[in-house]
T-cell receptor
């Protein structure tokens, strides 16, 4: 089945220790997104790739970086996690244009 | 004014009830509209896209009123498994690849 996969599902890190979250897709979609979602809040877009074109949101902290080495994979790097970065991180994909976004199961990040 | 507004609820209804959720959006240039469902601690999943003519999928009916910039979702014959948060989502008219999310409406269906 075509899908969006995220690894790991749960990640525990220490304050300030870099962490990388992974997303892969078999949908062959052009666009890949990273969202941060905290409890009782809507998903907050951090950035997205349209093919290799990176689009950062104006309010995404510099602490968050992303890489997309090929169509299938996209990574979220958090360089120095703070306690406020504890959240669910959601990867999504879509075809180009105003299309439905399909989400992976998310990675729940805990910062100690 | 928020770009996408929803009543946060919670809505508590008995099984079998009909429940309606409403959503308003601020940008009249928006073109695509969706309802997503999110279970506790899970990812959002597309429930249905919303078309100008209205659309129905089983017990779920979505309506769009462009003149009033208003979207609705009607759930008939509620099931326990319908308990979730329902997110109203609208495309960003300035950038078609981006979506604008409502905060969601929480529904609890009780036995």
């Amino acid at each position: 089945d075509a899908m969006v996969i995220q690894n790991p599902r749960y990640q525990v890190t220490q304050f300030g220790k870099p962490v990388t979250l992974s997303c892969s897709q078999t949908l062959n979609h052009n666009v890949m997104y990273w969202y941060q979602q905290k409890s009782s809040q809507a998903p907050k877009l951090l950035f997205h790739y349209y093919d290799k074109d990176f689009n950062n949101e104006a309010d995404t902290p510099d602490n968050f970086q992303s890489r997309r080495p090929n169509t299938s994979f996209c990574f979220l790097d958090i360089r120095s996690p703070g306690l406020g970065d504890a959240a669910m991180y959601l990867c999504a994909t879509s075809r180009a244009g105003p299309d439905t976004q399909y989400f992976g199961p998310g990675t729940r990040l805990t910062v100690l | 004014r928020k770009e996408v507004e929803q009543d946060p609820g919670p809505f508590n209804v008995p099984e079998g009830a009909t429940v309606a959720f409403n959503c308003t959006y601020s940008n009249s240039a928006s073109q695509s509209f969706f309802w997503y469902r999110q279970d506790c601690r899970k990812e959002p999943k597309l429930l249905m896209s919303v078309y100008s003519s209205g659309n129905e999928d089983g017990r779920f009916t979505a309506q769009l009123n462009r003149a009033s910039q208003y979207i609705s979702l009607l759930i008939r014959d509620s099931k326990l498994s319908d308990s979730a948060t329902y997110l109203c989502v609208v495309n960003n008219a300035g950038n078609n690849r981006k979506l604008i999310w409502g905060l969601g409406t929480s529904l609890a269906v009780n036995p």
